[in-house]
Each structure stands twice: as structure tokens, then as C-alpha cells.
T-cell receptor, first 116, second 114 residues
Framework: EPEVTQTPSHQVTQMGQEVILRCVPISNHLYFYWYRQILGQKVEFLVS????????KSEIFDDQFSVERPDGSNFTLKIRSTKLEDSAMYFC??????????????FGPGTRLLVL | DAKTTQPNSMESNEEEPVHLPCNHSTISGTDYIHWYRQLPSQGPEYVIHGLTSNVNNRMASLAIAEDRKSSTLILHRATLRDAAVYYC???????????????FGKGTKLSVIP
């Protein structure tokens, strides 16, 4: 069964450094998402992406964050200058199409980011 | 998105049915009811969704109250692999937005006792 993959599984970085989290969505999917989950807290929406542009973003997704689909398969989340509070599990998700209220989002296994 | 209320935790014995409740008294006519679950150290996983009628799939059943103010996710025979946090999420089917973000609450942590 097709699945969303994410690399790396773990990333440790120093505060102020840039990180790029990578995702390979399911191949025929058109809609892509990033979520994050701080340890012990809820899963939070960051951004959605369709047709090479951001379609929605949350308040968390500030100027330090950016997303890109550099080729036909990868979907990346970049954090320009990491802060301690960026430490979290980051999940990528994709969906095939939009169905009124009904489409399924498929999640990857996540990248655990630790900012020191 | 309309708010949902779920118990913080539930326990079930292995191989017994589990009924996970969700209250959504402010649901609108266009809101779909979705259930996702998150196994330990994994990403969320879709379970089932519905609008008005009860739904069945290979993972679970979804029973929706006639007034749609509550729903119940039914696992017919709990296994140890079903131990997870279960999220009840309302999705607006008429938002007109370009995509549909999922808004997760705290969910119900289901423990399965061998």
C-alpha cells in the first residue's frame, strides 16, 4: 500500500540553524500538509499546499517557515532559524483530492526535531 | 470548526467491543464527522468518516445519532494494536476553502488490556 515517507526520522540542531524536513507524498496525491506535535500536546496544523502554492496556513507558520515542492516527488518544510520552541514531531500528510468534507489525509511517520 | 468533546481515556479488554463516544452538540448541517487515531510514536491514521448515516469499513463502524449531536466509533473486537489516541474531528463540507485542515483535539486514549 502506498505511504507517505519522511526523512530524517530524527534531527538534532542548534538554535539559530536552518533545518529542512523532507517528505515524499503518495505519488498521485495533489494536496500536501505539514502538522506538528509538541511532546505531550495536540497535533497542530501548520500549512497546506496545492498547485505549487500555499492554500492555508496557521498562525504558527510565520516567516521562519517555508514550504516547497522542488520536484515532482518531494515536499519540504524549511525552518530558517530554529528556536527552542520548534522542538516537536513534524508530520507530513497528503490527500488525493478534495471531496466536500470527506477526503482522507494520509500521514507520514514524522520527523522528530530537537533544537538545543 | 465546531467543537467536539471526548473522554480523556478508556479501557477495554482484548477481543471485546469498544464504543468510543464523541459529543458535537454544535455540529452544523454540512459538517462531516471524521475519526483518526494515533498509535504510539506514529503519525495520525484515518479510521472512518460519515455525514448522517451509520458507516462501516474494515477498521470500524461509525454510529451517528439521529440529531447528529453525538457519534460513536465502534471497534468490534479490540486488539492490542488498537491501543491509540482516537480523535473525533468535524470537517466542514461547505467551507469553500482550497483545502481542508484537520483540527485535532486531545482525543481519547484507549488502553487495551490483554
Amino acid at each position: 500500500e502506498p505511504e507517505v515517507t519522511q526523512t530524517p526520522s530524527h534531527q538534532v540542531t542548534q538554535m539559530g540553524q536552518e533545518v529542512i524536513l523532507r517528505c515524499v507524498p503518495i505519488s498521485n496525491h495533489l494536496y500536501f500538509y505539514w502538522y506538528r506535535q509538541i511532546l505531550g500536546q495536540k497535533v497542530e496544523f501548520l500549512v497546506s499546499f496545492y498547485n505549487n502554492e500555499i492554500s492555508e496556513k496557521s498562525e504558527i507558520f510565520d516567516d521562519q517557515f517555508s514550504v516547497e515542492r522542488p520536484d515532482g516527488s518531494n515536499f519540504t518544510l524549511k525552518i530558517r532559524s530554529t528556536k527552542l520552541e520548534d522542538s516537536a514531531m513534524y508530520f507530513c500528510a497528503s490527500s488525493e483530492a478534495l471531496e466536500a468534507g470527506g477526503e482522507t489525509q494520509y500521514f507520514g511517520p514524522g520527523t522528530r526535531l530537537l533544537v538545543l | 470548526d465546531a467543537k467536539t468533546t471526548q473522554p480523556n481515556s478508556m479501557e477495554s479488554n482484548e477481543e471485546e467491543p469498544v464504543h468510543l463516544p464523541c459529543n458535537h452538540s454544535t455540529i452544523s448541517g454540512t459538517d462531516y464527522i471524521h475519526w483518526y487515531r494515533q498509535l504510539p510514536s506514529q503519525g495520525p491514521e484515518y479510521v472512518i468518516h460519515g455525514l448522517t448515516s451509520n458507516v462501516n469499513n474494515r477498521m470500524a463502524s461509525l454510529a451517528i445519532a439521529e440529531d447528529r449531536k453525538s457519534s460513536t466509533l465502534i471497534l468490534h473486537r479490540a486488539t492490542l494494536r488498537d491501543a491509540a489516541v482516537y480523535y473525533c474531528i468535524l470537517r466542514d463540507g461547505d467551507s469553500g476553502a482550497g483545502s481542508y485542515q484537520l483540527t485535532f483535539g486531545k482525543g481519547t486514549k484507549l488502553s487495551v488490556i490483554p
